[in-house]
Every structure is written in structure tokens, then in C-alpha cells.
């Protein structure tokens, strides 16, 4: 047993570790999330068919897409919702990075890299950052790059305006609102560029667009997009 594994172990020993979906006690092989709870998650199988698929189809027309996907369907109450609500509210920095390993070695499988020059978490607002203090799409970003090795780029858009909660707004008001939201600081590092946005949930869509035309005002720029969860109308 090597040192790594023994601390390991000895952690597990003193402070289990659980799966945060079903809450029982993790193996010293499994991550965050255990195996019976991984085999059960409602997978969009997406990558399969990255080019067409009711992600991508979503930013067609909007943005230089090229392909997109998502790990599971994301209802709220749903098991899988408890990934999503650990990662963000319970300060699961290890859920975010885990996940995004996890997904990285399927998504390799399927050449859903190929071609892609570097990761751009979608950003947090500077008020929302220091309120939560980590942004979680920022971690599954780690642990994409952990497979791949792909370069995370986290000073080439800013999240700008006051970000509340935007839940009176109305639909207008909220696209509105995201249009500004996104500043381009150093265009020339992804000029010419094939880059993997990657958000922890999707549901319409706007906020990826935002950021990624903001980025495409780089020139040249590709877009491919990957987030955990994904949830369809
Ligand atoms: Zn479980």
C-alpha cells in the first residue's frame, strides 16, 4: 500500500466520506459519488452525438457552435440534483472536480476533445464569488483538465454586472441583463481558438451565449460546451 492510499484509508477511517447522493459511506475508490448512485444517474448521452443533440441545437444559430453536451438530466428534487446542490451550496469543492473527471474519461472515449485548445469556466460575479468563495464550474473545469490536460483560462472574460438573484426579473428582463454581463479582457489568448465553455447547469441557454459571444468577439473563435447537468423544457 502505497503512502497516498494509506492516508487514504486513514482518513476514511476517521472521517468517512459519503456519497452525496444515497449519504452512505464511500469506498476508498469511489468520488463523491458511489458507484450504485453513478450507474443509476440519468446519463443525456449526449457525447455520442455532440454535433446534434437538444444541447447543441439550443445554441444554433447563436453562437459558433461546434459541439456540446451534458452528464445527466437535471431536475430539482431529482437524486441527481443532490451533485448540483452539494457542489454549490455545501462547499462539495471535491463533488465539482470529481464529476468533471468522471465525465472527461467518457467524453475522451467519444474524441469529444478533439481539436479543443482550452476550457473557459463560465464566470462568477466578483460579489458572487466572495460570497461563496470557490466557483464550482471553475472545479469541474479541474477535473476535465486533469484527464485531458487542457489548459483552464479563467482572465479572459469577466463577469461584470450586479448579479441578484434573478428570480422577480422577468424573461426579457433577464436576457437584458445577461447581454452585459460578460467583458473580454485578453482576446488575444483565444483568437483563432476552439474553446470548451463549461457551466455547472444549463437550462435555456442564454447565459452560455452570453459569455460565448463575448468571447467570439476574439475572432476566429470555436465553441464547444459541456455542463453536468442539463435541464430540458
Ligand atoms: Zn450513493
Same mark, same amino acid.
Given at each position: 500500500m502505497g503512502l497516498r492510499e494509506f492516508l487514504r484509508r486513514l482518513f476514511d477511517f476517521l472521517a468517512p466520506r459519503l456519497c452525496?447522493?444515497?449519504q452512505t459511506r464511500l469506498d476508498a475508490? #469511489?468520488?463523491?459519488?458511489c458507484e450504485d448512485c453513478l450507474r443509476n444517474l440519468p446519463y443525456t448521452m449526449y457525447h455520442t452525438k455532440a454535433l446534434n443533440n437538444p444541447l447543441a441545437r439550443l445554441f444554433w444559430k447563436r453562437i459558433n457552435i461546434e459541439r456540446a453536451t451534458a452528464l445527466f438530466f437535471y431536475y430539482p428534487?431529482? #437524486?441527481?440534483a443532490n451533485i448540483i446542490y452539494d457542489m454549490k451550496y455545501h462547499g462539495g469543492r471535491d463533488i465539482g472536480y470529481d464529476m468533471g473527471r468522471y465525465s472527461a474519461l467518457w467524453l475522451e472515449k467519444h474524441h469529444f476533445f478533439e481539436g479543443i485548445d482550452c476550457i473557459i469556466p463560465v464566470p462568477l460575479s466578483r460579489k458572487r464569488l466572495r460570497k461563496r468563495g470557490y466557483n464550482q464550474s471553475e472545479d469541474i473545469a479541474e477535473g476535465l483538465s486533469s484527464v485531458t490536460h487542457l489548459p483552464i483560462l479563467t482572465d479572459v472574460v469577466r463577469r461584470v454586472t450586479f448579479h441578484e438573484s434573478q428570480t422577480h426579473l422577468s424573461h426579457f428582463q433577464r436576457q437584458e441583463n445577461l447581454k452585459d454581463a460578460f467583458q473580454l479582457r485578453h482576446p488575444e489568448k483565444i483568437t483563432d481558438k476552439h474553446i470548451l465553455v463549461v457551466d455547472d447547469v444549463i437550462t435555456s441557454g442564454a447565459t452560455v451565449c452570453a459569455c460565448a459571444s463575448v468571447l467570439e468577439k476574439a475572432g476566429e473563435v470555436k465553441i464547444s460546451v459541456f455542463a453536468l447537468g442539463f435541464t430540458q423544457d
Open positions: 452525496c447522493i444515497c475508490h #469511489e468520488n463523491s459519488v428534487r431529482s #437524486e441527481a
